[in-house]
């Protein structure tokens, strides 16, 4: 019959490799155990493959793209000046002390009512300028960069109607922080500041103050008795 023919020549075939016919008939079923092995592996080679080195350095961290930034680098970012301000503490409003005052003209004898007049500490001295000419002003100097948030003015009867309060560093490029129109304060001397024109509020930052007249109270010039600024010598101070 066919089944037994089939079954004879599987036993030959096993007799020539020096087997039983029973341990053909296993080995025909039963992988070896070598290749038991193989899928396993296959899988820890997959598994390593999945992990190798070169993926790794490939993947970015989470944060990538967002580079960590020192105190420095963070004070750098935002300008040396403002960094510098970071240090400084809250800006303190003290009478400034000025080291020198010029005026773009002075009346009659230029030893009558000379600029310092008006930063000498005395209420009955006085600048005063060139007569019926526009415009007209006078410099104070701090020796160097200051914080200005307040000024009076103890102006003479030749008052300025209009005049603007400016800042600089170099007396050659001016910043106004403050406009004036329509003053009328003005008078004889005095012994105290209670009639001085009082300018609060402001900010401004430099080592020059200038009083720049526009128009004057009267036909002659202008004319100051005394005058001082308010801040901080600290010009990096916070206001």
Not at 14 to 42: F, H, K, L, M, R
Not at 195 to 216: E, H, I, P, S
Not at 229 to 236: L, P, T, V, Y
Request: hydrophobic share 35%; glycine share 10%.
């Amino acid at each position: 019959m066919c089944d037994g023919g089939g079954n004879s020549k599987q036993g030959e075939d096993a007799a020539q490799d020096g087997i039983s016919p029973d341990g053909a008939a296993d080995a025909a079923e039963t992988p070896e155990s070598g290749n038991e092995a193989a899928p396993s592996e296959a899988s820890e080679a997959g598994d390593v493959a999945d992990t190798s080195p070169g993926e790794l350095d490939v993947t970015p961290p989470l944060d990538a793209g967002v580079p960590e930034t020192s105190d420095a680098e963070s004070k750098d970012a935002i300008g040396p000046a403002d960094a510098a301000r970071e240090t400084a503490g809250t800006c303190q409003s003290n009478v400034l002390v000025p080291t020198g005052a010029t005026a773009s003209s002075l009346e009659g004898d230029a030893g009558l009512f000379p600029a310092n007049n008006a930063i000498d500490g005395n209420l009955t001295t006085r600048w005063a300028s060139a007569q019926g000419v526009d415009p007209q002003s006078i410099v104070i100097d701090y020796g160097a960069p200051v914080f200005v948030d307040r000024v009076q003015i103890l102006w003479e009867t030749a008052c300025a109607t209009n005049f603007t309060l400016d800042i600089s560093n170099d007396m050659a490029s001016w910043s106004s922080f403050k406009t004036v129109t329509g003053n009328t304060q003005g008078g004889p001397s005095t012994t105290d500041w209670t009639t001085a024109a009082d300018y609060v509020g402001l900010t401004a930052v430099g080592r020059y103050l200038r009083v720049n007249g526009t128009m004057r109270c009267t036909i002659y010039g202008y004319s100051i008795w005394e005058m001082r600024a308010f801040g901080d010598s600290d010009a990096k101070c916070h206001p």
